[in-house]
């Protein structure tokens, strides 16, 4: 069973769980965010949660399962989770486009399609008291511990909520350099640091994340296009198919049995 709801206390942040229930066959579904790792090895396999893919939403994660804290970087593709064996849960937090590597302290884009643990970022020092907090307190100690290390840091930089707001409505990268008095280089560099990417694969993928919505509104394919700023329905299979591996009838008929089963 998975779950979620909107951070109280980071904004823009969401907190997601998953726990596996009886014994599952593989899923073909998606589920945004859940990143959880792979089970240790040993772990029971006749019962498990269903093994979900998380698609490209320009956001990173903590995630904790398995007894381990990790980091999903930020996605370009999508991403296979395995299953989690019976009994088992994963817990996180979802950060905005932008705030992970103010929470952090590593740019985006060295985490690109990675998931480390803590401890590989931080050092086993600096990542075990937060490790040993989520462990007895669950969610509300990593949202608190997040919350209070990014507001020492100074929060989310208003720069990236421009960047992230005119790139999903797929405004030229060289307008959004001009908006923000910087050169289409200087913006490049600036967003693979805070996106893990450039200007043009953000924008891709948070149009994604508008084609999603869409789908799951059962709107025709034309409709998404139009919609969602694509130039025909070509232009947005194309698109659906490089970020995700699917068509968008596939992704739309998976997403909608994985709904269902939930």
Do not use: K
């Not at 240790?40 to 396999?45: F, M």
């Not at 989770?81 to 705030?99: E, I, K, Y």
């Amino acid at each position: 069973m998975y779950a979620e709801r909107p951070s109280t206390r980071v904004p823009g942040a969401v907190l997601w769980s998953v726990t596996a229930g009886p014994a599952a066959s593989p899923g073909t579904g998606t589920v945004p965010g859940a990143p959880w790792p792979a089970p240790r090895p040993g772990a029971e396999e006749s019962a498990s949660a269903p093994a979900q893919d998380v698609l490209p939403d320009g956001c990173m994660d903590l995630v904790w399962s398995g007894g381990r804290l990790l980091v999903a970087g930020p996605d370009t593709r999508a991403h296979a989770s395995d299953p989690l064996p019976a009994g088992a849960a994963a817990l996180g937090v979802r950060l905005p486009p932008g705030a992970a590597p103010v929470l952090l302290g590593v740019p985006a884009d060295a985490l690109r399609d990675a998931r480390p643990e803590l401890a590989d970022v931080w050092g086993t020092r600096a990542a075990r008291p937060w490790a040993d907090a989520v462990a007895e307190g669950g969610s509300a100690a990593l949202e608190h511990r997040v919350a209070a290390l990014l507001a020492d840091r100074g929060g989310r930089p208003r720069e990236t909520t421009v960047v992230a707001g005119l790139a999903a409505r797929a405004t030229p990268a060289a307008d959004i350099a001009d908006r923000l008095g910087v050169t289409p280089r200087t913006l490049h560099r600036r967003s693979l640091a805070a996106f893990g990417y450039g200007p043009r694969t953000l924008g891709r993928v948070l149009r994604l994340q508008r084609v999603l919505l869409l789908l799951d509104a059962g709107l025709a394919l034309a409709d998404v296009a139009q919609r969602a700023g694509y130039a025909d329905q070509p232009h947005l299979s194309r698109e659906v198919r490089a970020l995700t591996g699917r068509s968008p009838a596939a992704l739309a008929a998976g997403r909608a049995g994985a709904a269902a089963s939930a």
